[in-house]
């Protein structure tokens, strides 16, 4: 078999301005695609559960927040059971579990409306505080970032499989979000600087 030598490797690609279009087209102006974009509900009048609203906005280096950010969530539902062939039950049909949300063109702020979700089992067996795992991409950044957010003042934080094993665990505060009321949420993810948020290699 003859080596291949004359075609090199093309240059890697970020998720430039089209990941919109393709993943929000509603939020683009191009309608006809999709009645809502995927993922802008999460919820339901029958979703169990205590009804959150989380929000955000993703800072560069220089604490200037990204206008073009895309950010996707994924959780379990109230009673910890994630929506796809959990073994430990069935989950909420009538919560989707995922969720995906653009930023504010002009201020860069993005917002879920979602349900608290419960504990879930770390694979030993331990349980994990309730969280929201994030998925984040934007100009620039050629593969998609995965952090957590979990909720303040959770007696649960302590014992956290993950958190515990953090080496620095001055930098857990980022990964803690801040109670503006008793039902909403901020979550701000720092890509660089004194504040950078505890990204996961997953």
């Given at each position: 078999m003859?080596?291949?030598t004359?075609l090199k490797?093309?240059?890697s690609?970020?998720?430039g301005?089209?990941?919109?279009?393709?993943?929000?087209p509603n939020f683009?102006?191009?309608t006809?695609?999709?009645?809502?974009?995927l993922?802008a509900?999460m919820?339901?009048?029958?979703t169990?559960?205590?009804r959150?609203?989380?929000t955000?906005?993703?800072f560069d280096g220089?604490?200037?927040p990204l206008?073009?950010?895309l950010v996707?969530?994924?959780q379990?539902?109230a009673?910890?059971?994630?929506?796809?062939?959990?073994p430990?039950?069935d989950?909420?049909?009538?919560?989707t579990?995922w969720?995906?949300a653009?930023?504010?063109?002009d201020?860069?702020?993005?917002?879920?409306?979602?349900?608290?979700?419960?504990?879930?089992p770390?694979?030993?067996?331990?349980?994990?505080?309730?969280?929201?795992?994030?998925w984040?991409?934007?100009r620039?950044?050629n593969i998609?970032?995965?952090?957590?957010?979990?909720?303040?003042?959770?007696?649960?934080?302590?014992?956290?499989?993950w958190?515990?094993?953090i080496?620095?665990?001055?930098?857990?505060?980022?990964?803690?979000a801040t109670?503006k009321?008793?039902?909403?949420?901020?979550?701000?993810?720092?890509?660089?600087g004194?504040?950078?948020?505890?990204?996961?290699d997953?």
């Amino acid at each position: 078999m003859q080596k291949l030598t004359h075609l090199k490797e093309s240059p890697s690609q970020t998720a430039g301005p089209y990941v919109h279009i393709g993943c929000v087209p509603n939020f683009c102006g191009i309608t006809g695609v999709y009645d809502q974009d995927l993922g802008a509900s999460m919820v339901n009048d029958q979703t169990k559960g205590d009804r959150i609203t989380v929000t955000g906005s993703v800072f560069d280096g220089t604490g200037t927040p990204l206008k073009d950010a895309l950010v996707e969530i994924w959780q379990a539902d109230a009673n910890g059971i994630y929506p796809t062939g959990d073994p430990r039950g069935d989950a909420d049909q009538n919560f989707t579990g995922w969720g995906r949300a653009a930023g504010d063109c002009d201020t860069g702020v993005w917002s879920f409306e979602t349900i608290k979700p419960g504990a879930v089992p770390f694979p030993d067996g331990r349980m994990m505080a309730p969280h929201i795992s994030f998925w984040i991409v934007a100009r620039g950044i050629n593969i998609g970032l995965q952090t957590r957010m979990y909720f303040p003042n959770d007696p649960m934080l302590a014992d956290d499989p993950w958190l515990t094993r953090i080496e620095h665990q001055n930098r857990v505060q980022t990964l803690i979000a801040t109670e503006k009321t008793p039902t909403t949420f901020q979550f701000d993810i720092h890509l660089q600087g004194p504040d950078e948020t505890i990204f996961f290699d997953v």
